[in-house]
């Protein structure tokens, strides 16, 4: 299967660049024309090098993923934080009641009001909030007030009685070293957030602090990551879900495990099961096995997290689009596409969106009519050749396959290490997975190299609303047993 697939790109790749080479009309200038394809033969070769996972080194990733899941449960730790979740039991499908929700993810935030009507039957509302540059970089008291003035603005909005006193579970997306369900302390931003006074300090008591500021008496009975929530949230549903991850502006994982399984874990109850929050996007930070190029050093160099999040970088919905976009300059540069020519805006970090490699990859007219669009009107290049377009629109695919399995291997090891291949249910919430072509599929080609016909084993679902509903449910599964 996996010679099968080597073969199945090295022949895309040649094919691609001989199904130009023969559609172009003949001109005149053919020699000189027919050496710009051979040097755009070139190109695409170095680039698809450059950024393909052969199989060999799938399973080499896949192996070592194993290892640092297994040594991040031991008190020696490893590049995955794998950090217990202070969450025993699972959604049950017959948790009842309303709840409040905050999620913060990395591009919004969100408050959810959830309605548990049991048997599984979920009603909820939301709004979103846009958290500015200058809220995320600035400082820490004033972001959190700002949730506190969202949540009372949504109050009023749905008329609920600010003088009620309601259980919230918040959906707080970064690396918190959990202290009960309850609790936590922030140990690093990601995501392009860097506000001040937060890190090393308890994110409940924050919020609460400015909870209080507001005269809302709401109470956190859940502080979770989203990777939890999206899990707990499918398993209210399925109750053979055993994993939730996020394909979103960051990447990163959570799973069930046998407690007896983490000799790191210090409580006293050893027995049954403890959901454990990876941070999978700390994976293999010293690069001892990522395939990672020029381009990603690049953009890791210039990051506000320099060193930390590679995994995550070579993945996320943040990144993928500066990943691309560092390529194509870099050919720019060389005089190898656009004529040798770019604009301010193509030049400046991270203005070229993940959203417009979806867009390219989505472009199947013979003229690649909306890449032009993407490229000129968006982008502003002056002028693009058919030729550039294609060769843009092939980083845009290597990128985004690298991309999609090299989160493939994170699922793959989870499902290998506990021993459910014979079956389960991965619940997967954020834009990347939910609107990148092909995205999923690329995943599933891993799956079938990874682990042949076992592969059709592994059941991923969208989870759209995990962050949501997986915090209401968790606060009400808190609120049963506090
Ligand atoms: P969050 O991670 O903040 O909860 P999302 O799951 O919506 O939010 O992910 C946002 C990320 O997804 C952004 O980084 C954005 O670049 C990316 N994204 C948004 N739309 C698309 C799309 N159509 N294709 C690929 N990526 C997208
Ligand atoms: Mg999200």
Redesign the pocket.
């Known amino acids: 299967m996996g010679l099968a697939w080597a073969a199945g790109v090295a022949l895309g790749t040649f094919a691609s660049s001989t199904y130009f080479l023969s559609r172009k009309p003949r001109s005149p200038d053919s020699i000189s024309e027919s050496e710009e394809n051979k040097a755009t033969a070139q190109i695409l070769e170095q680039i698809d090098r450059q950024f393909t996972i052969t199989p060999s080194k799938l399973q080499e990733i896949f192996h070592y993923f194993i290892k640092e899941m297994e040594r991040g449960l031991t008190p020696e730790g490893s590049s995955m934080k794998m950090i217990p979740a202070f969450l025993k039991s699972i959604a049950s499908g017959s948790e009842m009641g309303s709840f409040l929700a905050l999620d913060l993810?990395?591009?919004?935030f969100r408050v959810v009001r959830v309605l548990l009507e049991g048997q599984g039957r979920i009603r909820t509302n939301q709004k979103k909030f846009v958290v500015s540059d200058e809220l995320k970089t600035g400082d820490g008291e004033k972001l959190f007030d700002f949730f506190a003035d969202c949540v009372s603005e949504f109050m009023k909005e749905f008329s609920m009685d600010v003088k009620e006193t309601y259980s919230l579970g918040f959906t707080f997306s970064f690396p918190v070293k959990q202290l009960s369900i309850s609790s936590g302390l922030l140990m690093e931003w990601t995501k392009g957030f860097s506000a001040s006074g937060v890190v090393g300090k308890d994110i409940v008591k924050i919020i609460e602090a400015s909870f209080q500021k507001k005269g809302l008496k709401i109470k956190v009975t859940a502080l979770v990551n989203?990777t939890v929530g999206t899990m707990i949230a499918e398993t209210y549903k399925d109750a053979n879900c055993v994993a939730g991850v996020?394909l979103?502006?960051?990447t990163n994982a959570a799973y069930i495990e046998k407690v007896s399984s983490i000799t790191k874990w210090e409580g006293e109850d050893k027995t049954g099961d403890m959901v454990i929050n990876m941070e999978w996007g700390g994976f293999d930070d010293h690069k001892k096995v990522l395939p990672v190029t020029s381009y990603d050093l690049e953009l890791d160099n210039s990051s506000i997290n320099r060193g930390a999040q590679i995994y995550e970088k070579m993945i996320?919905?943040?990144y993928l689009?500066e990943i691309t976009r560092l390529a194509v300059a870099d050919l720019v540069r060389k005089k190898l596409l656009f004529g040798g020519k770019i604009s301010t805006k193509f030049e400046t970090r991270y203005k070229f969106?993940?959203?417009y490699?979806?867009r390219i990859e989505r472009d199947h007219s013979s003229d690649l009519n909306d890449t032009k669009s993407v490229l000129e009107d968006i982008m502003e290049i002056p002028f693009t050749s058919l030729q550039d377009r294609r060769i843009v629109k092939r980083i845009c695919e290597v990128v985004a396959i690298r991309a999609a399995r090299l989160s493939a291997i994170g699922i793959a090891g989870i499902t290998s290490k506990i021993g459910r291949l014979h079956g389960c249910t991965i619940a997967i919430?954020?834009?990347?997975f939910e609107?990148?072509p092909h995205f999923s599929n690329r995943m599933r080609d891993a799956f079938v190299e990874l682990f042949g016909m076992q592969a059709d084993n592994i059941r991923m679902v969208l989870t759209g609303d995990g962050?949501g509903v997986g915090a209401g449910l968790i606060a009400a599964i808190a609120s049963k047993t506090q």
């Open positions: 993810g990395g591009t919004n989203d996020i979103g502006t960051g996320s919905g943040m689009g969106e993940t959203e490699m979806s919430d954020g834009s990347v609107r990148y962050s």
